[in-house]
Every structure is written in structure tokens, then in C-alpha cells.
């Protein structure tokens, strides 16, 4: 047994509306074998995994997997729980899983759940799965199980890739209130809603914080300056560079002092309490370089958590610590305080581990301890001068305390460095009570330290008193109107028409102010220019659309590649199309029926959101049964369909109902609202419709209507924008029809029996069935009942082919599949005349010899760089109308 190959698809799937991983296993040997075949193997594997016990699997109760592992389950499923199991013991949250067979014998595919926010490039999955089907074959093989070490090693990594309780906080607001949330390369850099809307945090700091506000907060001394100008409370002091300036501001201030380096952070060499001259001088030496000498202010410390000049959240704050119990030493107290959970390695829990380090022995030395002394029962050992949770200390929360003066001298201390989140620390008697203002005799208190991106943990989870949701503080003041940070959406799939369609789309969705970003078969675009070509229908080119703060609406073609090995590229969508289902790309990544594209396909219906539009092609038999999948949750969205047919009975029932559909009636595309008819555009001024003859770019147009009245265009702007719409400019590769000399050439991507099909029957309407000419290629990597299909509607419609190899064989052996081609076509047309050749340019010349002045060759491609250049050395130009005397009246 052994995993061939993994893929993460990281949006919703198929499978999940969450990310998973998806897993091709060998069983090998195991083929054909189950559990019960293999004495003792059961109770081996819970020795191993005693969790296993607890897992329902079909029976949808603890112990159903139990029950199936001892009446026999093949070893795909039982290699699915054990990762299951082995990802719940090194902390990864997972519950879902699912087996299938992948096509032939002993092959499998294995579906995990991932956590949602794991790292996309994170190799955990791989080396769980991996682990697992090496303790399942040590278990088969009476092996002592070897897999503790390496779970305790990825427990760490685990841990060290999960985002920390802030970034958590800011995730789980988020999503909350329905708000789209990316973490971005696996750090605690987040995306936050979609386009125009998109915001960005790192942990908390967000893209409003300003960059000197940050470089203020660093400055120590700088902000002590600030902060005291403006008459809020603060220590007297001073910087130095010097052993000897630090002296001096000690002279001066009196004693105790605080010594803290000038750009510290997280408590890190901050000596309190220093009351001589020889203890300045020692904490200077460690700290070294530039410092801060502070009067040490009494009272407690206290942190106050500023969000959107708001104050959210107040904690005090207590140095690292033990207390003794009369027998165990201090560095014993240290170990059994570091066995509670909520502590870990830097900011990964809510807790840091307590260190003994030399700050912590020069400390307890003044204390007349050592890590191996014996404190007396109830005796405070302290480790540390500061609160800071980064250091080991606790927190207590004091929100519902803070006095209104205090809060209004930290909100104006914020305002002053310029954060708009800030953590203020205070040094006061009591937070309940009120600061006497700057300069006062009796001011024993004030703000000691303003901090940017300060930490969140001792909110989110403070040792005592309640939790405060400040994630959600942030997310509020990111989001002030309570929206859900999306843009419009519309997402746009299919086997036939779908780059047209979304073309369409983007054009309507299109006016002077409103950016849209679009993604297609040939790149991204952005306010209308390319900015990245390449076949763009997957997550990360959606991705490049929503995650740019220009874009206004996205557009999004969604591919059944791109569903397949990424998943969607968005959770939900405003308006999802469909424009139909045939049979295509049969026999690749797992799609063997029609059934199974129908199943991938649905998934853009599926993640429409409740109240959005469904857009569906009503003369489409498998577009139709979509409305009957439960998960398509059809009810739950606003059904429009749109026909060419002139009496589609469900359209008519659908409107008697009330219903919306977008139709083609007495030459017209209109608009049907129940009984109401709005007619948008005569069929022959659509422009690439050929007089309204082409009766599929009639279709891509109702389903682009369709789509822009649902979000929101007018019908008047929809039916200009049709007008306008430039076929050569802004739909290439579809449809375009050149002219060479008195020879029309009608250039498509028709690669599947249903476009060729209705393809060949637009050329029929347009010149007649006797007058058309085909140079055809097509892709090397369909499978040859589908290719002999292709050829078969080829040779019903054409008498004249030339058939040519493109350049990327796809798997083919040269000269396989125009043999293939022409013996199909012969087969089926024996007296059609069939032509073979290796480039498109030799096809070029050989179909243009084929055809006499007026008709027309149609030239099928693959990719349009390669055609368009012979094109135009050949003469050829672009036109909007077949030559005159060639139209069929």
C-alpha cells in the first residue's frame, strides 16, 4: 500500500464546503483484501489508536467503524481513519473523511478534511497520510507500531503553522458575520472580505494602521515625549546611550528608576526597581546600545486595549511567578506550571511558557533564591518584573472597572501616536479610580508605554474574570456598516459557452467608475486590460480578482479543472450560471459519466447564496435537474431561466408562477417577469449573432442579461451594452469571422461534439450545408469515443475536412489522433474527403484550396496565437458579416 500522489483543494468542493486533501492510494497487494481477512488485526490497531473506537463512520454512532473493521472493510477506508485519527492526536480539528474507488482495482482516492485556515503548502497532510499507511502495514505485520515520534514532531509543526488565539479571534469574528477570511502564506496576515471591500490585518494591526503611528509606539522615549507635551500622565525620564547619560537621568529622576531599551518590545530587558547607582550600571550593560530611564510610578500594571478610539478591553496584568509549597524547588514549580495547556511556546496558546533564564536567576538571587531552592508553602517567587503574557505573566480582567477618566486619557493617548489599535500601559493605584492630571502633586500614576499590534491573548483568556471578544471589536471597526465585506459575484460555468458568456457578463457589468474583474480561458482582467494570461478558470485566478482593492464586481468563468484540483476559488457567490452540460473531458481526473461533470458543475450552483440568483438554461435536460439536488438548495435562491425554444413548457409554468426568464421571442431577447415582457434588443443587432442566426451566442447573451439584472444593471443599459458589445476586440477565439479574399473563415474553439455541433449548425443557417469547408484539430487528450463522436457530427456536416495535429500532443504519439479523425469520417461518410497534415499552416493552405469563392472554412484551434498569425500573413481580416453573396435568405 502506498499514496501515489496528493492535491489540496483549498475553497469548497465536490467534497466539502471546507478545504481537504485528496489522496490517490495503491492498495497493491491489499487489493481485493479486507480487515477481517487478517487475524488480530482489529484489536492490534486499538492498542495502537484506542480513539478509533470513538469514530462513527457509517453507523453515525461511537463504534460504528469498530463494528465495520471486524466484518471486513477494505484498506482504503480503514487508511482514511487512521489519518483521521493521527490528525486529532497531534491537534489538527478534522472530522470528515470519505473513501472511493478511483477506477480501477486496489486504487483509491482518500478525501481528508484540512483545517481552514492550515497553510496551503503545508506538508502535514502528506506525512499524516503517509504515517498512516505505515502503521496500518506494522500492524499487518505484527510490527511493534513505530509512529510516536514522528507525532510528537508533528504536533510542534502543527502548532507552530496553526494562526495564534489573536489571528484565531480575528478569523472567527469574521466568520461570524458571514465575512470571507484568507490567511495568506501562512502567517497571521489576513484577507478580509473581497475587492473594494478587502481589508488586511497581521495579528492587530490592520492596513488603517498607520506606518508612523507603528515607528512612534517603537520609539520609547519618543512617545514619552509625545504623551507628555500633550498633558497626559506620564514618568519622568529620559534617553541615553551611555552608561554615563544613564547615570545621570538617574541623578536627577531619584530613585527607583526603570531601565527598558528605547525600542523594546514584549518586556524583553526591562529592569524595574533599580534604587543605586550600581544597579543602573548592571542593567545597562545588559541592555546595552540606547535606553530608557523612567521614574518608577506606583501601583499595579494594567493593560487597556484601544480599538477605533474605543476602549475594549482591560486586563491587570501580573508578573511571571510560583508559589512555593514547602517541598518542590523553584525549577520544579516552573515544569508543573508549564504542564498547563493553555501554555506554549511563544504566542501560539494563550499562555507563554515560564523560562528560567538569567533574567529569572538574577531576579530570584535578589529574592535570595536559586532554581534549586525550596520556597516556604504560599511563598510568590517571582520571575520577572513585567506582566508581559510573552514573558510567563497572567492576566486579570478589569474591563467593567476602568474609570471614565482613565479611559478617556487612554483613548487620547492612542489618538496622540496615531493607532487606531493600540494597547496603553498604565501604571496606577487603582484603574477604578480617576488620574489626576499631569503635573498634579499627588499624580502617582499615568500611561508607561503605548504599544502597536499589541498582543490580544490576555483578553481573549485571562486567568481570571470574563473573556472579551476584542477579535470582533477589530473586525467591527474594519467593517463599521455591519456588512459582510463582499463584492458582487458571479460565477459562470459549463461544458459550451461559458468564456462567452462571462465575456458578455463582464461587458454588461461594465460603466465609466465601476472596475470589473474578470477571469477567463486566456488570462485575468482588471478594469478590461490583461494582466495575467494564462487559462485563468481556477481558485487562484478568482483569487487575483477578489483579492484586489480596485475591483468593484468579479466575473468569475469557473472551469471543471479548476473545481477539481483547487476547488472553487470563493465560498459563495451572488449569481451562479449555468450555461449547459455535455459530455467532455471524460476519463480525465476521475470523471467517467456525464453524471460525474454534472456533479462537479452543480458545485456553482451549490455556492450560490441563499437569496442570490440561479441563473440555468432551461433547454438543457441536465441543467434542468439540477433545481432537484438537495444540495443545490435551490429553493433557498431566486431560479431564472432563459430559452431560445419558442414554447419551453417549464419556462411557461415558471412564469405563470411569477418567475423571471430571459427568452427569445419574434426575434427579440426579452425579459419575462410573470406576465410582464420588457424587450431588451432585436436578436439580429446582437453583435457576433450573424443576424440572430448563430443561435447559441443568443443564448450566451440571454444567460449575460440574466446575470447583469440580477446584480443590478438596468434593462436599458443591458440592451445598449449588448449593442456595443465588440465580438473581434472582446471575445476573440469565438466565433470570429475573417474574410480572405472571397472566402469567409469562421474561426472557433468548438472542441467537443455539442459546440462543434452547434457550431456546424450556425455555418448550415448562414451558408448552407453544401458550402462549408472544415480544418479541424482537437485535444489529443480526450478520450476516442468522444473523439470518434466529434468526427461523426463532423462528417454530417461537412463533405470537405482537413484535419492537423497541434503542437501539444497531449499524451498522443504523433500522427494518432488526424488518423483517427479521418477514419472516423470516412467511416461514417465514405465519400467524404478527407485531408491530413502536421501544422495548422499546411491545413490553412490545403482548406482554403478546398473552398470556392463564397463559402466558408471553418477553422477549429487550440491555441489562437498559433492561427490568428497565419491569418493575417495570409491576408486575412476581421469582419462583423459574412459576404453577401454567400447569405442564406
Same mark, same amino acid.
Given at each position: 500500500m502506498e499514496v501515489l500522489g496528493i492535491r489540496r483543494l483549498r475553497g469548497p468542493n465536490a467534497y466539502l464546503e471546507r478545504p481537504v486533501t485528496v489522496a490517490r492510494l495503491q492498495l497493491g497487494a491489499l487489493a481485493g483484501r479486507e480487515t477481517c481477512d487478517f487475524a488480530g488485526f482489529t484489536d492490534r490497531l486499538l492498542q495502537c489508536l484506542p480513539g478509533l473506537a470513538e469514530h462513527h463512520c457509517a453507523a453515525g454512532a461511537p463504534g460504528g467503524l469498530v463494528r465495520r473493521l471486524r466484518e471486513g472493510t477494505y484498506f482504503g477506508h480503514t487508511a482514511e481513519h487512521v489519518t483521521i485519527e493521527l490528525s486529532h492526536l497531534v491537534g489538527r480539528d478534522v472530522h470528515f473523511g470519505?473513501?472511493?474507488?478511483?477506477?480501477?482495482?486496489?486504487?483509491?482516492?482518500?478525501?481528508?478534511?484540512?483545517?481552514?485556515?492550515?497553510?496551503?503548502?503545508?506538508?502535514?497532510?502528506d506525512e499524516l497520510l503517509a504515517l498512516a499507511v505505515e502503521l496500518v502495514r506494522d500492524v499487518l505485520a505484527g510490527r511493534p507500531p513505530r509512529h510516536e515520534p514522528a507525532l510528537s514532531a508533528l504536533r510542534e509543526r502543527v502548532e507552530s503553522e496553526a494562526p495564534g488565539p489573536s489571528t484565531d479571534s480575528i478569523i472567527a469574528a469574521a466568520r461570524r458575520r458571514g465575512i470571507p477570511v484568507e490567511r495568506v502564506g501562512g502567517l497571521s496576515l489576513l484577507r478580509l472580505g473581497h475587492g473594494r471591500r478587502r481589508r488586511l490585518t497581521w495579528a492587530a494591526m490592520t492596513d488603517q494602521t498607520p506606518a508612523i503611528g507603528v515607528d512612534l509606539a517603537g520609539d520609547k522615549e519618543l512617545?514619552?515625549?509625545?504623551? *507628555?507635551?500633550? =498633558?497626559?500622565?506620564?514618568?519622568?525620564?529620559?534617553?541615553?546611550?551611555?552608561?554615563? =547619560?544613564?547615570? !545621570?537621568?538617574?541623578?536627577?529622576?531619584?530613585?527607583?528608576?526603570?531601565?527598558?531599551?528605547?525600542?523594546?518590545?514584549? =518586556?524583553?530587558?526591562?529592569?524595574?526597581?533599580? @534604587?543605586?547607582?550600581?544597579?543602573?550600571?548592571?542593567?545597562? *550593560?545588559?541592555?546595552?546600545?540606547?535606553?530608557?530611564?523612567? /521614574?518608577?510610578?506606583?501601583?499595579?500594571?494594567?493593560?487597556?486595549?484601544?480599538?477605533?478610539?474605543?476602549?475594549? !478591553? !482591560?486586563?491587570?496584568?501580573?508578573?511571571?511567578?510560583?508559589?512555593?509549597?514547602?517541598? @518542590?524547588?523553584? !525549577?520544579?514549580?516552573?515544569?508543573?506550571?508549564?504542564?498547563?495547556? /493553555?501554555?506554549?511556546a511563544g504566542h501560539s496558546r494563550f499562555l507563554s511558557r515560564l523560562r528560567l533564564d538569567d533574567t529569572a536567576g538574577a531576579l530570584l538571587a535578589a529574592q535570595d533564591l536559586h532554581p534549586g531552592a525550596v520556597p516556604r508553602p504560599g511563598r510568590v517567587v517571582w520571575l520577572r518584573h513585567s506582566g508581559n503574557l510573552s514573558t510567563g505573566g497572567t492576566s486579570r480582567d478589569v474591563t467593567d472597572q476602568v474609570h471614565p477618566d482613565v479611559a478617556r486619557m487612554c483613548r487620547r493617548a492612542a489618538r496622540i501616536i496615531g493607532l487606531d489599535i493600540a494597547g496603553i500601559d498604565l501604571r496606577l493605584p487603582d484603574i477604578a479610580a480617576p488620574v489626576p492630571p499631569a503635573g498634579a502633586r499627588d499624580t502617582d500614576g499615568g500611561v508607561i508605554e503605548v504599544n502597536a499590534v499589541p498582543g490580544l491573548r490576555m483578553h481573549l483568556?485571562?486567568?481570571?474574570?470574563?473573556?472579551?471578544?476584542?477579535?470582533?471589536?477589530?473586525?467591527?471597526?474594519?467593517?463599521?456598516?455591519? =456588512?459582510?465585506?463582499?463584492?458582487?459575484?458571479?460565477?459562470?460555468?459549463?461544458?459550451?459557452?461559458?468564456?462567452?458568456?462571462?465575456?458578455?457578463?463582464?461587458?454588461?457589468?461594465s460603466e465609466p467608475g465601476r472596475c470589473v474583474g474578470m477571469t477567463t480561458t486566456d488570462g485575468v482582467y482588471l478594469d478590461g486590460r490583461l494582466v495575467q494570461h494564462a487559462d485563468a478558470t481556477g481558485p487562484r485566478s478568482a483569487q487575483i480578482v477578489l483579492g484586489d482593492p480596485a475591483v468593484d464586481v468579479a466575473v468569475l468563468e469557473t472551469a471543471r479543472g479548476g473545481i477539481v484540483r483547487g476547488g472553487l476559488g470563493y465560498d459563495l457567490s451572488d449569481v451562479g450560471v449555468i450555461t449547459n452540460i455535455t459530455a467532455d473531458h471524460l476519463g480525465q481526473d476521475g470523471l467517467d459519466t456525464v453524471e460525474d461533470v454534472v456533479h462537479v458543475k452543480a458545485l456553482v450552483a451549490e455556492r450560490v447564496r441563499d437569496g442570490g440568483t440561479l441563473v440555468l438554461n432551461a433547454d438543457d435536460p441536465l441543467v434542468r435537474g439540477l433545481v432537484q439536488r438537495p444540495r443545490t438548495g435551490a429553493a433557498r435562491k431566486r431560479l431564472v431561466w432563459f430559452s431560445t425554444l419558442p414554447d419551453n413548457p417549464l419556462v411557461r409554468g415558471h412564469l405563470a408562477a411569477g418567475g423571471t426568464a430571459y427568452l427569445l421571442r419574434d426575434g427579440w431577447l426579452v425579459e419575462a417577469n410573470g406576465r410582464d415582457r420588457t424587450p431588451l434588443l432585436p436578436a439580429a443587432e446582437l453583435p457576433g449573432s450573424f443576424d440572430g442566426r448563430v443561435t447559441y451566442m443568443v443564448e450566451n447573451a440571454l444567460a449575460a442579461a440574466a446575470a447583469a439584472r440580477a446584480l443590478g444593471v438596468s434593462p436599458d443599459a443591458v440592451a445598449h451594452r449588448l449593442a456595443t458589445f465588440e465580438p473581434v476586440r472582446a471575445n476573440p477565439g469565438r466565433g470570429m469571422l475573417w474574410r480572405l479574399g472571397e472566402v469567409n473563415v469562421f474561426v472557433d474553439y468548438a472542441h467537443n461534439p455539442g459546440a462543434i455541433a452547434a457550431v456546424t449548425r450556425s455555418l448550415h443557417e448562414l451558408w448552407g450545408p453544401d458550402r462549408c469547408v472544415a480544418i479541424v484539430t482537437l485535444p489529443g487528450d480526450r478520450r476516442d469515443d468522444l473523439l470518434a463522436q466529434s468526427a461523426r457530427i463532423l462528417a454530417d456536416g461537412f463533405t470537405r475536412v482537413v484535419v492537423y495535429e497541434d503542437t501539444d500532443l497531449r499524451g498522443r504519439v504523433s500522427g494518432e489522433m488526424p488518423a483517427l479523425l479521418c477514419r472516423e469520417l470516412i467511416a461514417r461518410r465514405p465519400e467524404l474527403r478527407c485531408e491530413q497534415t502536421t501544422d495548422a499552416s499546411t491545413a490553412l493552405r490545403q482548406g482554403l484550396k478546398l473552398a470556392a469563392p463564397g463559402e466558408v472554412v471553418l477553422l477549429l484551434y487550440e491555441k489562437l496565437s498559433d492561427v490568428v498569425p497565419l491569418l493575417e500573413e495570409a491576408g486575412a481580416t476581421p469582419t462583423g458579416r459574412p459576404l453577401t453573396l454567400a447569405v442564406r435568405r
Open positions: 470519505r473513501t472511493t474507488s478511483a477506477g480501477e482495482p486496489g486504487l483509491y482516492d482518500v478525501i481528508i478534511e484540512c483545517p481552514a485556515h492550515e497553510p496551503c503548502d503545508s506538508s502535514i497532510p512617545t514619552r515625549r509625545l504623551l *507628555d507635551q500633550a =498633558g497626559v500622565p506620564v514618568p519622568a525620564g529620559g534617553a541615553a546611550d551611555t552608561v554615563e =547619560g544613564a547615570l !545621570a537621568l538617574f541623578a536627577e529622576i531619584g530613585a527607583p528608576v526603570v531601565l527598558k531599551p528605547r525600542d523594546g518590545r514584549q =518586556g524583553r530587558n526591562v529592569h524595574v526597581g533599580l @534604587s543605586d547607582e550600581a544597579a543602573v550600571r548592571a542593567a545597562f *550593560d545588559v541592555t546595552g546600545g540606547a535606553v530608557v530611564v523612567e /521614574r518608577q510610578l506606583g501601583g499595579r500594571d494594567y493593560r487597556v486595549l484601544v480599538v477605533g478610539d474605543e476602549v475594549v !478591553a !482591560a486586563a491587570e496584568q501580573t508578573p511571571a511567578h510560583v508559589v512555593g509549597d514547602g517541598t @518542590s524547588t523553584v !525549577a520544579a514549580l516552573v515544569d508543573a506550571a508549564n504542564t498547563d495547556p /493553555r501554555r506554549g483568556a485571562p486567568c481570571a474574570g470574563p473573556a472579551r471578544d476584542v477579535g470582533a471589536a477589530i473586525v467591527d471597526a474594519l467593517f463599521p456598516d455591519g =456588512g459582510d465585506g463582499r463584492i458582487p459575484t458571479a460565477a459562470i460555468t459549463g461544458t459550451n459557452g461559458k468564456t462567452t458568456t462571462t465575456r458578455l457578463t463582464a461587458h454588461l457589468m
